[in-house]
């Protein structure tokens, strides 16, 4: 996942975020749930109202790079873990900081957590991320935003928004194979293996992000904590 080498491109493009307030199917779906109970798209990222630290998560099924299905369930039954949300590949933002968090996977491995991110890439689009730049974590797709709304994390992008990335080459439907236009607002959470939140960090500002070094700290005291 290159991160756009240029201070002057970087800084046209968050400008241009500041916005923001069937390809392969990625199917998903809050398991004994039903959409209603799904919290709402809000127009704006400001608006979300996440889940917090002592909430139980919501279950969905998210699809790999490669096109399989997994439950989270399943996935955070396995290993305590640390879960982001990020935009999507095409975020400069969101593959800075997944490299960043790369960069301390060993050492959260040796406190027994695993990390995953979800974004709502489709998994063609993960495939294409990860032909960037290898990550010894799993992606998965979330492309009906069915986690993220269950995570309270969904915003809706503006019309007008949608146009002005097109103009930078961020074609949101393609990304997503879903013409929705929703996105989360980039999220870390820390859930042990009973699907309860240890931790939870969400910025509307997309630029804001934890560090390496503040999500093993959080890593840390949350292992204490169990």
């Known amino acids: 996942m290159k991160i756009l080498e240029t201070g002057f491109v970087l800084g046209v493009i968050a400008a241009a975020l500041g916005g923001c307030s069937k390809q392969e199917?990625?199917?998903?779906?809050?398991?004994?749930?039903?959409?209603?109970?799904?919290?709402?798209?809000?127009?704006?990222?400001?608006?979300?109202?996440?889940?917090?630290?002592?909430?139980?998560?919501?279950?969905?099924?998210?699809?790999?790079?490669e096109g399989a299905t997994e439950k989270f369930s399943a996935v955070y039954r396995s290993h305590p873990t640390v879960l982001i949300f990020y935009r999507g590949g095409w975020c400069p933002y969101c593959n800075r900081h997944l490299a960043e968090v790369g960069s301390v996977e060993s050492q959260l491995r040796g406190m027994g957590y695993q990390i995953v991110a979800v974004s709502p890439d489709s998994p063609l689009s993960l495939r294409e991320s990860l032909s960037k730049e290898a990550l010894g974590y799993r992606l998965y797709s979330d492309s009906d935003m069915v986690l993220a709304r269950g995570f309270g994390l969904a915003f809706h992008v503006d019309d007008a928004t949608v146009e002005l990335y097109k103009g930078y080459g961020i074609d949101l439907d393609k990304a997503t194979g879903r013409?929705?236009?929703d996105l989360p607002v980039p999220a870390v959470f820390i859930v042990d293996q009973g699907g309860t939140i240890r931790y939870a960090h969400t910025n509307p500002d997309y630029k804001a992000r934890l560090s390496a070094q503040e999500i093993l700290s959080a890593a840390e005291s949350a292992k204490g904590a169990r």
């Open 25 to 65: 199917s990625g199917a998903t779906m809050l398991n004994a749930k039903n959409d209603r109970q799904l919290a709402p798209v809000v127009q704006r990222a400001e608006d979300v109202k996440p889940l917090e630290v002592g909430d139980q998560v919501p279950d969905a099924v998210l699809v790999l790079p």
């Open 179 to 181: 013409p929705h236009h």
